[in-house]
């Protein structure tokens, strides 16, 4: 898996799934819509501004709140390429690899509109702009390979089809 190197966007501690993508929002099927929303609650200019590869260093407990997969999808679909954050809440953490978006649980030293670059397979972030450097446990083969496909269900799909369907018939 290649490098993730984006501008960084700081949040706060406890970000909830209703600041990522309120309630009201979730009616539509229209990720474009979706991601039209995202993080408005926190900062409203967000999902203009955000590109393709930013990444978002957060506090504490990010994604916590409500389960709902809409809040990794927007954020994805928004163009965030990966979240940093001291700790996540589970469901939105398991939510995340299962949409494809990395999050990576570390203290990063960052401010907003600093370059990043995230290494998952050797377990290294650096600050691009001040030249730091953190070192995180790096990602197993098997979560790289979920994240490398998109996600979850996409990485089930292109194994499957690699391996074949096989129907076993019992006696």
């Known amino acids: 898996m290649e490098k993730i190197v984006g501008k960084v966007w700081k949040v706060?501690?406890?970000?909830?799934?209703?600041?990522?993508?309120?309630?009201?929002?979730?009616?539509?099927?229209?990720?474009?819509?979706?991601?039209?929303h995202v993080m408005e609650a926190e900062d409203p200019e967000f999902a203009e501004k955000v590109q393709k590869g930013d990444i978002i260093v957060a506090g504490w407990n990010f994604g916590c709140g409500s389960s709902r997969e809409q809040a990794p999808v927007a954020l994805k679909h928004a163009g965030v390429s990966a979240i940093i954050a001291k700790s996540f809440a589970r469901i939105f953490y398991r939510n995340a690899i299962n949409v494809g978006l990395p999050v990576?649980?570390?203290?990063?030293?960052?401010v907003k509109g600093e370059m990043m670059s995230v290494d998952l397979e050797n377990g290294i972030i650096e600050n691009i702009s001040t030249t730091k450097k953190f070192k995180i446990k790096p990602f197993n083969q098997f979560m790289l390979d979920i994240l490398k496909n998109g996600g979850l269900v996409k990485h089930h799909l292109k194994k499957k089809n690699k391996i074949g369907d096989f129907n076993i018939k019992s006696s």
């Open 104 to 110: 990576i649980t570390a203290d990063v030293e960052a």
């Open 12 to 36: 706060r501690d406890s970000i909830d799934t209703d600041v990522i993508i309120a309630g009201r929002y979730l009616r539509t099927f229209s990720l474009d819509e979706l991601s039209s």
